[in-house]
């Protein structure tokens, strides 16, 4: 692995502040003009491994390391490095919350209208999406994870009652994100005839079965997701749509609150917004929404408490559809078994006919954590490594690119996703109809094969995927920005593309949220032991034995009796007892030191055959 | 403002530091000056280059026999016309006063009574109205002059007039055990103060700490360190950072880290300018951490704390 996550993290930390924090205070903005979604990205850029890396920590700023505080210096001094984030934070909780105090996670300038020249209707631009709702699930739980801790240590007056009101507002957004989510998750059903059941079908059959066998045994197949589906209360995407039992259908996330959808009954008012996102799960968001969801129920929100009681209720709501959703994907991307999964099947093809390898990568990134749950074998890892192997060509991220290559549009200006029935308006007006950009190929693909080289348990898979991350990696480096005052931010693709031409130096929160991330579950691999191996472990005991009884003959023959050989010995003794408590987790370190010993003994042996005129 | 320097152990640098101080703020054109309560070894006169006072004053004038009641004012010292150094004497353009209140020669410590507190009090009610800072410093430990200085700040006469703690320790596990439990332990400053009447937590709020001989990794005094030394250097300052965390009196209580520095560890002396950038004997970190030192010092805001 040639990527340090600590250095690599530590640019992206001085350059994110170095760009966002000027005469005094902290300014949201970039690229695109600033908006709920963008600068909840910005500030997670510090917030995101602050929360998920022990050593990037900014709660306890009496144990700040040097390397943090000095990439952070343009915020303060570790004292006021934290003291500067409440109040960014504060000031952004306060910019979108409503006057009526409703968190507003309206899509702003991240929306645009399909066709070129028109204008979204400001209706439009409140729109409030799955993106911002899943940015603050995670940016509401660091926050109110950094308050607890840090709170511990604060005695001003005006900095606790800053904290206690930043500790309220970000629980409030916290709420208002989990029912927003909670109201944009849908079933859609629909019949094996259909042209959605068509493509499903088609998508699935990778043995050319008849579309009844095949039905039957989708149905089978999705049974348990069928009743799971059928207990989900609160919220949208209840039992009604499954009524029809020869129905098929998919679940997941819309773009925003879906049309219908029912009000969540909250102990404090909350002002909910009428829905009209089209009722069809859409795998982009699906996986935006699962990211987020992730977050509610990791080991660091129970350990520190952070839900109260009315959200952990919220929380087990949306990890039954968490837990669904990824069993509905990951059955179908394998569906079938041995031959070929419909996930190899480049490019994935969604219910409304449209295909794309995009879409394959998103399908991966549902599954990757049922692969996870599942503790899968790296038989089945190798699989969807060659998948992401294939993207990764297909894509261009390892391959250069030809000239007016298609693929290049995965990247820049991405993909446009067509946000259903955002067109839609009070009063039966009808705007014009809205897309939504994505251009995060490159650090998805990135992510998710990192997090299957970290469940690979043999050394060469492992390898294989780490080789693949690095290359991903030279890609995204290559589009970091490199000159103005956003060096060392994203994103100019134009750097790893060199026929496009160089665009906007403003950065792409974006695009360098996710970089950040791609960093952080790198980090996280690192922080785990290292592979062990069974061969290197025989290897081990076997040395450790040879090397124990050569110095158990030494001590016999009354070496340790001789000054000078007396402390070579002791220290040998020292790395014997070295090797054999490291021989189960580090084999291979334990293999070098027995090593060394080994050959030092034989010195001693050697030296003493020599005195005797012995040869051997 | 008075600004009580101590440290609980000998030899922590508290005093060449705190002289360091008063010059640097004095540059900086405040009226300083120098209170020497360490009875046992008054040696403020050395490190300002004062030979005459260099272990005290003889003549029974100083600070100890002034306290004692056996002089009626002590002795006070211009010291931009006493230090015996090129470039401070005369005193260099828009520096404010800087005075020296010697200890006497041979003194010792003596248990404090009634009067002794009266004109303790009075002595430092006219100081903090003549200079902008008063730096009193005190004998290393539990000493008389800690009860004294305790018992003074808390007379009403002295009420108002604005004190600040610094703590001096060494960079080591024994010093900051030792250092947090002269702030905090039995018997320690707060513990003190607050039999004498002092409002616990805000005595407890105005105390700082100052890390002395500070190793720093990065510096070029350690480039020779083999790598298996640099690692454990690096791990047990980590440990350190965490263990005075634990003891309260981490870096949110930290108000200043004077690295280790040949010029202040063998010859404890003023560090000027020249030291560091023409004759180059001191490092630069060393007077960029006093100047901030003594920018601190002054200012409001490190003080105020979390």
């Given amino acids: 692995m040639r990527i340090q996550p600590r250095q690599s993290l530590l640019d992206l930390w001085q350059a994110t502040v170095d760009y966002s924090y000027r005469d005094g205070a902290w300014t949201p903005g970039g690229r695109a003009e600033a908006n709920s979604t963008s600068e909840a990205e910005q500030l997670l850029c510090l917030m995101y491994p602050a929360s998920q890396i022990e050593a990037f920590k900014l709660d306890r700023p009496d144990e700040t390391a ?99 009101e930043l500790t309220e507002l970000a629980s409030r957004r916290l709420t208002a994100a989990m029912v927003g989510l909670l109201r944009s998750f849908t079933v859609h059903s629909f019949a094996p005839s259909s042209p959605a059941g068509q493509v499903l079908c088609e998508t699935v059959n990778q043995r050319g079965l008849p579309t009844e066998t095949l039905v039957g045994e989708l149905h089978e197949a999705l049974a348990r997701v069928r009743a799971g589906l059928a207990e989900v209360t609160l919220g949208s995407g209840g039992a009604e749509e499954l009524e029809n039992d020869e129905h098929l259908f998919e679940c997941g996330w819309s773009w925003g609150i879906v049309r219908d959808a029912p009000e969540v009954v909250t102990l404090q008012p ?110 089945d890892l190798a699989r969807v490594g060659r998948v992401l192997e294939e993207l990764a060509v297909r894509g261009r991220v390892t391959r250069r690119a030809l000239a007016d290559d298609p693929a290049v549009e995965l990247h820049a200006p991405g993909i446009r996703l067509n946000l259903y029935g955002a067109e839609d308006q009070l009063g039966g ?130 070496s ?27 084999p291979g370190t334990a293999v070098a030191v027995l090593t060394e010993v080994l050959r030092e003994l034989d010195d001693f042996v050697q030296a003493r055959r020599s005195s005797r005129g012995l040869r051997e | 403002m008075i600004l009580i320097a101590t440290s609980d152990k000998g030899g922590t640098g508290r005093s060449v530091t705190g002289c360091n101080i008063a010059l640097r703020c004095a540059l900086q054109g405040s009226n300083v000056c120098y209170v020497d309560f360490d009875f046992g070894s008054p040696t403020a006169g050395a490190i300002f280059h004062v030979e005459s006072a260099a272990r005290g004053i003889l003549g029974g004038q100083g600070m100890h026999s002034f306290l004692a009641g056996e002089a009626a004012a002590p002795v006070e010292l211009d010291l931009w016309r006493h230090m015996d150094r090129a470039g401070l004497r005369p005193r260099p353009p828009g520096a404010g006063r800087l005075v020296l209140f010697p200890g006497d020669e041979g003194g010792g410590e003596f248990p404090v009574d009634e009067d002794m507190t009266d004109r303790c009090v009075r ?18 430990g539990r000493s008389y002059a800690l009860q004294l200085v305790l018992e003074a700040t808390v007379r009403p006469a002295l009420r108002p007039v604005l004190a600040r703690w610094l703590v001096f320790h060494r960079w080591t596990r ?62 047990t300052d980590a440990d350190l950072q965490r263990l005075a965390a634990r003891r309260r009196i981490g870096r949110s209580v930290l108000l200043g880290s004077i690295p280790l520095d040949p010029v202040l560890q063998w010859r404890e002396q003023l560090i000027l300018e020249s030291d560091v950038w023409t004759l180059r ?26």
Wanted: charged content about 25%; glycine content about 6%; some cysteine.
């Fill in chain 1, 429 to 558: 007006r009808t705007g014009p109809e809205v897309v939504w950009p994505v251009a995060d190929f490159a650090t998805a693909l990135f992510k998710r094969t990192v997090l299957i080289a970290s469940l690979a348990g043999g050394a060469s898979l492992r390898d294989r995927l780490l080789r693949l991350s690095d290359d991903i990696w030279d890609h995204l480096h290559q589009r970091r920005l490199t000159d103005g005052p956003a060096a060392g931010l994203w994103d100019d693709a134009s750097g790893a593309f060199p026929h496009l031409k160089p665009g906007d130096q403003a950065p792409s929160w974006y695009l360098t949220e996710r970089v950040m991330e791609c960093l952080v579950v790198l980090a996280r691999m690192v922080e785990q032991p290292p592979l062990r191996n069974d061969r290197l472990m025989v290897l081990a005991q076997d040395l450790a034995l040879e090397a124990d009884h050569i110095y158990s003959q030494e001590l016999l023959r009354g």
């Fill in chain 1, 66 to 164: 040097r390397d943090i505080r000095e990439s952070l210096s343009t915020l303060g001094d570790a004292m006021e490095i934290p003291r500067r984030l409440v109040t960014a934070l504060r000031d952004y909780m306060d910019r979108y919350t409503s006057d009526t105090g409703t968190p507003v996670f309206s899509a702003g300038s991240y929306l645009e209208p399909r066709a070129p020249g028109e204008l979204l209707t400001s209706e439009q631009r409140n729109l409030d999406v799955v993106d911002s709702l899943s940015m603050s699930v995670t940016l509401s739980l660091a926050t109110l994870g950094f308050l607890k801790v840090f709170e511990r240590g604060v005695k001003r007056p005006t900095l606790r009652a800053e904290m206690a």
């Fill in chain 1, 270 to 379: 909350l002002e909910q917004p009428v829905g009209i996102a089209i009722r069809r799960p859409l795998l982009y968001f699906t996986v935006v929404a699962l990211d987020g969801i992730a977050d509610l129920f990791s080991a660091r929100t129970r350990i520190l408490g952070l839900l109260n009681e009315e959200q952990q209720g919220f929380m087990r709501a949306l990890q039954i559809r968490w837990d669904l959703t990824q069993q509905y994907w990951s059955t179908l991307a394998g569906f079938g078994g041995e031959r070929r999964w419909p996930l190899e099947d480049i490019p994935w093809r969604t219910t409304d006919g449209r295909e794309s390898d995009y879409y394959s990568l998103l399908v991966i990134s549902v599954t990757v954590e049922a692969l996870l749950q599942n503790r899968a074998g790296d038989l």
């Fill in chain 2, 281 to 306: 004997i001191a490092n630069p970190q060393t007077g960029a951490a006093l100047d901030e030192l003594a920018k601190d010092v002054m200012d409001d805001d490190p003080w105020e704390g979390l």
């Fill in chain 1, 560 to 586: 340790a009796d001789a000054g000078q050989l007396r402390t070579r010995l002791a220290h040998l003794g020292r790395r014997l007892d070295r090797a054999r408590a490291i021989a189960d987790n580090k």
């Fill in chain 2, 174 to 235: 024994q010093h900051i055990i030792a250092a947090a439990g002269l702030a905090y332990g039995d018997h320690g400053i707060v513990d003190t103060g607050a039999a004498k009447g002092h409002d616990r937590d805000h005595l407890r709020d105005s105390i700082r700490f100052v890390r002395t001989a500070v190793p720093d990794l990065d510096s070029e005094q350690f480039a020779g360190l083999v790598p298996t030394q640099a690692a454990w250097l690096q791990e």
């Fill in chain 2, 123 to 140: 002595l430092l009610r006219r100081l903090a109205e003549e200079f902008d800072l008063v730096i009193v410093d005190l004998s290393a």
